[in-house]
């Protein structure tokens, strides 16, 4: 399996990362590396074997349904790029 | 998911009928003191970013732990559903960019939700039915809320929604009509509220609705879809539906073609329009989450919650119908709110059953909705209201009179027993005296007595008469059976 220069943008833009265009092939050949490298992995035949999902067998830990506090409003927002008021402020999103 | 509608439920273009088939996406805030995986408070209107923690506020390293009680609420939601419950379910990241999401994903269930098929019986009108299939019922956190007056040129963010946990039940296309997707939702709120699993205020965003609507010929195969997002009231769920397939049975009759996209419902204007295209945002490459285990429990944890689910509408309305022998309509009337039902059975309890149905019914509920009161905020108590139907059904007050009692009760109080004593409203039904007053009527009237042996319809006449002589006291039965007897008509 293999990106083409086209799917390094998609995927940049879907990560919302600025790309520069004379950067898109150096990224596209990581990338490629990267994937070749896990693609050894399938070679192992895993037909019938469950997905691991945790190293440890256990399971889910459930929590009480009960308020344990907040951060609070100060502390939640100390560091926003943007706030006021305690609200988070972000540039304008709606047309 | 293809019956196709009655004929009275197409609509008429101008080349020939066409048929709506709606599906819906519901998200039901979950009751529960905290959020999904946080220890923060769910309560709604609190200050800005005041009941946010550190996970909900995405802090790096902070981790998720689910909170038990939302996984039973789910679970309670499936089985007052019918539906199957899965005994291990998967949370996934829904992965896309917007301020009121810190996180940058969503956690939400994919491909392994925790409810699968069930089903909502849905009564559209007193004689008709339907059966909307639920498809899945999944587990996912709410997004914060974005402000968008307050500056002219920043959106303001309060996550204190953020993280909270939402149920979305996703219906089959099995919906036919406006009238139809507001008994859905009407009834789905109704399975809610009994289980105790969301609130369904809607006013407060705890219920809300993603409407895919789409159009065909009777039949036929299914059209494009267009979805709706977030209408938040039933009625507007009603217009949305109804604007929304008129708008495309004119693109399609003009020879148009619908394109699948995202719609807002206006309802001042009452029109729908497409959001703004962000098709790259539909690519949320769901993954599992790897914060989180597979969600598993055993049956006898699903035994237990279901051991302690209250007893549900249909189940209340069957009751009803058997035990009350009320009409079918009625009975939904009446179990349409727990406290309703409950009001109407501590009414009923040990007198006429079809009697208090009838005061419930028509009274108490017509004058709750006049002064846009509720069964727990009613002035007269079900206590109260027993007692009037029992002044009735003893034959001490007339229902004319019964219905002036109401009146006083409802807007001074007091016991009716008390009342109809105190004021004197006691029903005559001595026989002398209806005869005296009767006699009086005749003896004064001989034209009147000379035409109502030519028209006996007259008798209404000397009715009325006989129950103006006596103050609306007398038994309007004793009455008239009396003047049949003395005009000999």
Redesign the interface.
């Known amino acids: 399996m293999s990106v083409d220069q086209a799917t390094v943008r998609r995927i940049a833009h879907l990560a919302r990362i600025a790309v520069r265009d004379e950067e898109v092939p150096h990224l596209q050949q990581e990338l490629n590396a990267m994937l070749s490298f896990v693609e050894e992995l399938s070679a192992v035949d895993v037909t019938g074997v469950e997905p691991m999902t945790s190293v440890i067998p256990m399971s889910l830990p459930l929590r009480k349904d009960e308020v344990t506090g907040h951060a609070g409003a100060d502390v939640v927002t100390r560091n926003a790029p943007g706030a006021d008021d305690h609200f988070f402020t972000v540039p304008k999103v709606v047309e | 998911m293809n019956a196709t509608a009655k004929p009275s439920k197409l609509i008429k273009g101008a080349t020939g009928d066409w048929e709506i088939v709606v599906g819906m996406e519901i998200h039901a805030q979950i009751t529960?003191?905290?959020k999904l995986f946080s220890?923060?408070?769910t309560t709604f209107g609190g200050?800005?970013?005041?009941?946010?923690?550190?996970v909900d506020?995405a802090m790096p390293g902070m981790l998720p732990?689910?909170?038990?009680?939302?996984?039973r609420q789910a679970i309670r939601t499936g089985l007052g559903l019918k539906a199957k419950i899965n005994h291990r379910s998967v949370f996934d990241r829904k992965?896309y960019?917007?301020?009121d999401l810190p996180q940058g994903y969503q956690i939400s269930q994919f491909k392994d939700p925790i409810v699968g098929e069930g089903e909502v019986i849905v009564d559209v009108s007193a004689t008709e039915q339907i059966i909307v299939g639920v498809e899945r019922l999944h587990l996912e956190q709410d997004a914060g809320k974005?402000?968008?007056d307050?500056?002219?040129?920043?959106?303001?963010?309060?996550?204190n929604r953020s993280g909270v946990a939402l149920m979305e039940i996703v219906s089959r296309p099995d919906i036919r009509s406006a009238e139809e997707a507001r008994a859905y939702v009407t009834k789905l709120r109704t399975i809610l509220r009994y289980l105790g699993t969301c609130d369904g205020n809607m006013e407060e965003g705890s219920l809300r609705a993603d409407v895919n609507v789409s159009v065909r010929r009777p039949g036929g195969p299914l059209g494009t879809r267009c979805e709706i997002k977030n209408v938040n009231s039933i009625r507007f769920i009603g217009q949305a539906v109804e604007v929304e397939a008129r708008r495309q049975i004119a693109i399609l009759e003009d020879g148009g073609k619908i394109n699948q996209e995202t719609r807002l419902f206006d309802p001042a204007r009452g029109e729908t329009r497409a959001m703004?295209s962000k098709e790259?945002a539909h690519?949320y490459?769901y993954f599992?989450d790897p914060d989180?285990?597979?969600?598993?429990f055993d049956q006898a944890y699903v035994d237990a919650l279901a051991c302690e689910l209250p007893e549900l509408p249909d189940d209340k309305r069957s009751r009803f119908i058997a035990d009350y022998g009320l009409p079918p309509y009625d009975a939904g009337v009446l179990v349409m709110e727990r406290e309703s039902a409950d009001y109407f059975e501590a009414v009923a309890n040990g007198r006429d059953a079809k009697m208090a149905a009838n005061w419930v019914i028509n009274e108490l509920f017509g004058r709750l909705n006049k002064e846009s009161k509720t069964v727990m905020t009613s002035p007269v108590s079900a206590q109260q209201l027993g007692a009037i139907v029992d002044l009735i059904s003893a034959g001490t007050i007339s229902g004319k009179l019964a219905k002036d009692l109401f009146e006083i009760v409802w807007s001074e109080g007091g016991d009716p027993n008390s009342i109809v004593e105190q004021r004197g409203m006691k029903q005559v039904t001595d026989a002398g005296a209806i005869e005296t007053a009767v006699d009086e009527i005749i003896a004064a009237n001989p034209d009147k007595v000379e035409q109502a042996k030519a028209k006996p319809t007259m008798l209404g006449w000397f009715v009325g008469q006989v129950m103006k002589q006596t103050g609306g006291k007398a038994n309007p039965q004793a009455v008239n059976d009396m003047l049949k007897q003395k005009l000999g008509i």
């Not at chain 2, 307050?150 to 996550?159: A, K, M, N, W, Y």
């Not at chain 2, 989180?292 to 598993?296: G, N, V, W």
């Open positions: 529960s003191k905290s220890g923060a408070s200050e800005q970013n005041s009941h946010v923690s550190l506020a732990v689910i909170n038990e009680e939302c996984v992965n960019f917007y301020p974005s402000l968008h307050q500056s002219p040129t920043e959106s303001f963010v309060d996550l703004r790259e690519d490459r599992p989180l285990l597979p969600l598993e």
